[in-house]
């Protein structure tokens, strides 16, 4: 296996970039794929709070990208405390590795002390072909999960999108809300996000969403639901603007297209039912213009909803 070494927050265009190298060199078209750690390295370290993918997700996305194979090993103390040397014999004991790619800043082992000459020797010791790959940028910045992160916690979708090579998105089953919603004439579904799941900043998107095996559109609220002032957790509903039905229990794959606007607090229910109409005519709006016209995007949703079934 022509193994691609790393922790992986999801998988962005740098990341493609690593595989596509691995592909290349593997000797059959099923003899590469990545080798990563669950839960990730920052989670339990404590040096992240929350990740861009939960595990699910980013099975989804190693299944858009075509990777065929996956190792992922638990990380923990032991395996967190280990050498360099230690490190490279615990990955040679549990994966067959017939070759190793890498970004050029790729760092392993405790207090990363690993870097990638390092690396290098130590498949050049048993004749393991070996492959660093240089850092992709984008508007002269490198591309990497934490430039991702930053564009997802300020809700730039586009930014997000142009770094993934794909808009960013949740995968959450729907759970029982306050119903507030459906009383005021936009029944919504509540999503059960998980806690480590990084989520955009509080607001208004647009959003594409797979429900029961077609898309939607949708306008999502991120927030505490400012004009009520009952909610003191941040709660994620969307409301599809042509889709009915109980979807409880459903599991929804959500996109975001677009920020439409930041969390308000209105004086009545009547001026928030307002500024929801107009949410949802810019919602149909964004919708169109990147999932409907733009088939770039189209041919990229079409081939998650495709692979969906699998997780």
């Given at each position: 296996m022509i193994a691609v070494l790393g922790a992986f927050d999801g998988f962005h265009r740098g990341h493609a970039l690593l595989l596509e190298r691995a592909e290349e060199m593997?000797?059959?078209?099923?003899?590469?794929?990545?080798?990563?750690?669950?839960?990730?390295?920052?989670?339990?370290?404590?040096?992240?709070?929350?990740?861009?993918?939960?595990?699910?997700?980013s099975k989804l996305i190693r299944l858009f990208l075509g990777v065929p194979r996956a190792v992922e090993l638990r990380f923990d103390e032991a395996l967190a405390g280990l050498s360099p040397r230690l490190f490279w014999n615990f990955l040679r004991e549990r994966v067959p590795v017939e070759g190793v790619v890498v970004g050029r800043d790729f760092r392993f082992a405790a207090g990363r002390s690993g870097d990638v000459p390092l690396l290098e020797s130590f498949?050049?010791?048993?004749?393991?072909?070996?492959?660093?790959?240089?850092?992709?940028?984008?508007?002269?910045?490198?591309?990497s999960s934490s430039s991702v992160r930053a564009h997802v916690s300020a809700g730039r979708c586009g930014s997000a999108a142009e770094e993934l090579g794909y808009p960013y998105f949740i995968r959450a089953e729907v759970v029982h809300g306050l119903e507030r919603g459906r009383s005021l004439g936009f029944p919504t579904a509540n999503l059960n996000v998980s806690r480590t799941k990084l989520l955009p900043?509080?607001?208004?998107?647009?959003?594409?969403?797979?429900?029961?095996?077609?898309?939607?559109?949708?306008?999502?609220?991120?927030?505490?639901?400012?004009?009520?002032?009952?909610?003191?957790?941040?709660?994620?509903?969307?409301?599809l603007l042509d889709s009915?039905?109980?979807?409880?229990?459903?599991?929804?794959?959500?996109?975001?297209?677009?920020?439409?606007?930041?969390?308000?607090?209105?004086?009545?229910?009547?001026?928030?039912?307002?500024?929801?109409?107009?949410?949802?005519?810019?919602?149909?709006?964004?919708?169109?213009?990147?999932?409907?016209?733009?088939?770039?995007?189209r041919r990229k949703l079409a081939a998650f909803a495709r692979r969906e079934s699998s997780i």
């Open positions: 593997a000797p059959s078209r099923d003899d590469f794929g990545v080798v990563t750690f669950n839960p990730h390295p920052g989670l339990f370290l404590g040096t992240l709070k929350a990740t861009l993918f939960t595990p699910e997700e498949c050049r010791e048993e004749a393991i072909p070996f492959c660093a790959v240089d850092i992709l940028k984008h508007l002269n910045a490198k591309i900043a509080d607001g208004v998107y647009s959003v594409a969403v797979l429900v029961q095996g077609r898309w939607s559109a949708g306008a999502l609220s991120i927030g505490k639901n400012p004009t009520f002032r009952d909610v003191s957790e941040t709660r994620v509903e969307v409301f009915e039905g109980d979807l409880y229990e459903e599991s929804l794959l959500v996109f975001f297209l677009s920020r439409l606007r930041p969390q308000e607090r209105f004086e009545s229910a009547e001026q928030l039912v307002r500024q929801i109409g107009t949410d949802v005519e810019e919602a149909k709006a964004a919708f169109r213009r990147n999932f409907e016209e733009d088939p770039d995007t």
